[in-house]
């Protein structure tokens, strides 16, 4: 299992400052043709995606109901924990017992928020005070964030797969994700094998070639600052 690095508080605060002045020295990789990458984040109109599927495990609905009612980020984390991920269905398939427990609230959490029809990178930003909330402050519950991403992408909108560097670089600029679990989520190549019957091990490779685009810019920009500020 890949080792999860857990920074101190002083650390903690100096990533931060080290992670807003990427955010203001640069834009963060490009793509050849910007307009066309944005495109391929668009929601496919008039495709049986546009509404939520509750049909698979009854949480999601019970999730749904509660985030309708206006309660706060904080509020709709803690029911998240309350209703859990043990036994969870997803895509027709149980996970036995508290196996992937993270990734299935994770996937409760995705149904509902992320798959209404807009674009990907938008509706992560609208949510980002939910999500940082369900995941900031928990390593594993990151991982689990991306996995469920993963199977969002590679099932229902997979014009995301090959984009996936700037759905990553958006859950980095929102304080979704920290960018050690990114990296952690990519040596894991065959995770969503675990949960999804339909894994194909080309999606996963593909994606991570996308991912692998932001994680050499936040390489790289960690390498500037280390030249302008010597130690």
């Not at 196996?99 to 930003?125: N, R």
């Not at 600029?173 to 949960?195: G, I, P, S």
Request: net charge negative; with cysteine.
């Amino acid at each position: 299992r890949p080792y999860l690095y857990l920074m101190s508080a002083a650390e903690k605060r100096e990533r931060e400052r080290e992670k807003a002045a990427r955010k203001a020295k640069g834009s963060g990789p490009r793509e050849e043709n910007d307009k066309e990458a944005e495109d391929e984040l668009e929601f496919e109109e008039g495709s049986d995606d546009d509404e939520v599927d509750l049909g698979d495990d009854e949480r999601i609905a019970k999730l749904k109901e509660f985030i309708v009612a206006g309660h706060t980020p904080e509020e709709c984390a803690a029911e998240l924990e309350k209703l859990g991920g043990q036994d969870a269905i997803v895509c027709g398939a149980m996970l036995t017992g508290r196996s992937g427990e993270d990734f299935a609230k994770a996937h409760f959490l995705i149904s509902v928020t992320l798959d209404q029809g807009g674009k990907l990178t938008e509706e992560i930003v609208a949510n980002k005070a939910l999500f940082k909330a369900c995941f900031a402050s928990n390593a594993e519950a990151q991982i689990g964030f991306l996995t469920a991403m993963e199977l969002l992408i590679v099932k229902d909108k997979r014009n995301g797969i090959k984009v996936f560097d700037k759905v990553c670089k958006t859950l980095w600029e929102c304080d979704v994700v920290e960018e050690d679990q990114f990296k952690v989520w990519h040596a894991r190549e065959t995770v969503l094998q675990n949960y999804y019957a339909e894994f194909k091990l080309g999606d996963a490779i593909k994606m991570r070639e996308s991912a692998q685009k932001f994680i050499e810019w936040l390489e790289a920009s960690e390498e500037e600052e280390e030249e302008d500020d010597p130690k």
